[in-house]
Nanobody, 126 residues
Framework: VQLQASGGGLVQAGGSLRLSCAASGRTFSAYHMAWFRQAPGEEREFVAA????????YYADSVKGRFTISRDNAKNTVYLQMNSLKPEDTAVYYCAAARGVVTTTPLNSQSDYEYWGQGTLVTVSS
């Protein structure tokens, strides 16, 4: 699976952005999808995940209620709608894909994800 993330940019605190991740190469609908992020000087951390069917979603506590992950299997694309952005959301955001046979919830373990996109930078100014 090849993953291409896009949609990052500079936004003021309180603003919104929508990230997209387009997949190609294999059956997209067979994979759980997730977003992770890495802030400067920090380790990469889990943000949100969605099951292969789209029926179940998981969020890090830090983004719950502000971010929404969704997918369109017909378009082979996963989205991350980010609202009420804060300066601490500044990071490079990565999309990732895990085989649908992975059952360890809440799908937040980086080691379960085989395929990674190149990352897109989100900068939130105060």
């Amino acid at each position: 699976v090849q993953l291409q993330a896009s949609g990052g940019g500079l936004v003021q605190a309180g603003g919104s952005l929508r990230l997209s991740c387009a997949a190609s190469g294999r059956t997209f609908s067979a994979y759980h999808m997730a977003w992770f992020r890495q802030a400067p000087g920090e380790e990469r951390e889990f943000v949100a995940a969605i099951s292969w069917s789209g029926g179940t979603t998981y969020y890090a506590d830090s983004v719950k209620g502000r971010f929404t992950i969704s997918r369109d299997n017909a378009k082979n694309t996963v989205y991350l709608q980010m609202n009420s952005l804060k300066p601490e959301d500044t990071a490079v955001y990565y999309c990732a894909a895990a085989r649908g046979v992975v059952t360890t919830t809440p799908l937040n373990s980086q080691s379960d994800y085989e395929y990674w996109g190149q990352g897109t930078l989100v900068t939130v100014s105060s």
